[in-house]
């Protein structure tokens, strides 16, 4: 198994630019998210899918869209790049408890977006 | 206000030496509790997870963490240190009936004097 995959591992926009980071895992995963790590702070949830078409927002989803057509692949676009958005963005997934529980998220390896 | 707290931004510990990352948690049902580890450049790996049960918890890489209800905590040990475990450790919550979304504390970067 591949395990989570992201694509691009490294991106450089300018201000105003759009593009999508790819997500894709392998494990038949319900549950996929995505994540921004900025210094000091941690990892922040932008979005999250429980399965293919329903998606939801997290704590940060301002500037940022997904879809989820597949159970494989969790796109995230950006629409209108801002500096703001410089960070680096990982993707997870897991199985999905309906009853609320939780289980081992796995990490892909992230991509290094840089917006000028 | 829910919240994960890593008092130690960085620690810096000899090779050999004994370890302990301290998290405190602010929910007012326990929540799911994880300790994940970034090497540099790196993606995060699973160290050990708590959703109940007995409350030191044994993980990979020889670390383990211990559940006190009572302080609301969830640190992580070793007791010998090993270069190659220079990284950050990030701790994180999934709150009670919160399906998945974990919430990470800020980290804390470990550095292993040789």
């Known amino acids: 198994n591949a395990g989570v995959t992201q694509t691009p591992k490294f991106q450089v926009l300018k201000t105003g630019q759009s593009m999508t980071l790819q997500c894709a895992q392998d494990?038949?995963?319900?549950?996929m998210s995505w994540y921004r790590q900025d210094p000091g702070m941690g990892l922040r949830l932008i979005h999250y899918s429980v399965g293919a078409g329903i998606t939801d927002q997290g704590e940060v989803p301002n500037g940022y869209n997904v879809s989820r057509s597949t159970t494989e692949d969790f796109p995230l676009r950006l629409l209108s790049a801002a500096p703001s958005q410089t960070s680096v963005y990982f993707c997870?997934?897991?199985?999905?408890?309906?009853?609320?529980?939780?289980?081992?998220?796995?990490f892909g390896p992230g991509t290094r977006l840089t917006v000028l | 206000a829910q919240s994960v707290t890593q008092p130690d931004i960085h620690i810096t510990v000899s090779e050999g030496a004994s370890l302990e990352l301290r998290c405190n948690y602010s929910?007012?049902?326990?929540?799911?509790l994880f300790w994940y580890v970034q090497s540099p450049g790196q993606g995060l790996q699973l160290l050990l997870k708590?959703?109940?049960?007995?409350?030191l918890v044994q993980g990979i890489k020889g670390f383990e963490a211990e559940f006190k209800r009572s302080q609301s905590s969830f640190n992580l040990r070793k007791p010998s240190v090993h270069w190659s475990d220079a990284a950050e450790y990030f701790c994180a919550v999934v709150p009670s009936g919160g399906y998945n979304k974990l919430i990470f504390g800020a980290g804390t970067r470990l550095a292993v004097h040789p």
């Open positions: 494990m038949n995963h319900e549950y």
């Open positions: 997870a997934s897991s199985y999905h408890w309906t009853s609320g529980g939780a289980d081992t998220q796995y």
């Open positions: 708590y959703f109940s049960g007995d409350t």
């Open positions: 929910y007012g049902a326990t929540p799911y």
